[in-house]
C-alpha cells in the first residue's frame, strides 16, 4: 500500500481518521454519498458538497489474503485486504483487522476503526462487527 495522497479534497477526510470518525462526503445537489473525497460529485458535477459522520458500518463485498508484507504499510502476514460496501452506499478498499484470513467472509458485517502507523497517517481500517 503506497502513502495516500492528502491534498485540499481529501483533509478533512485524513483529519477525521486522525479523530477516529469516518468522514464522507454529501451532495446536496443530488443527494448521493461520495467516497473518495474530491472537489466535486463524479454523479452531478456539483461542487456543492458537505461532510458528513459514517455509520462506520458495512459489508464485505470481496477480500483477498496477502501472504507476502511490503510497501511501507505493511503488517505481519497475512493480511485480509477487502472491499467493503459501507452502509452509505459507498465502497472502499481497506484492511480487514481482528479477524483470522480463515474467517473472513463475503457478506459479513464489519464495524470501522482506525489503525495507527508510526510516522504516518493513521488508516481506516475494518473489524467484524460484534
Known sequence: MSEPMIDADSQPYWDGIARGELLLQHCLDCAQTVFY?????PLCFSTDLEWRTASGS???YSYTVMRKAFGRFATTPPTVVALVDLDEGVRMMTHLVGVDPSDARIGSRVAFTVRSVADGPSLPCFTPAP
Open 37 to 41: 473525497p474530491r472537489a466535486l460529485c
Open 58 to 60: 458495512g459489508t464485505v
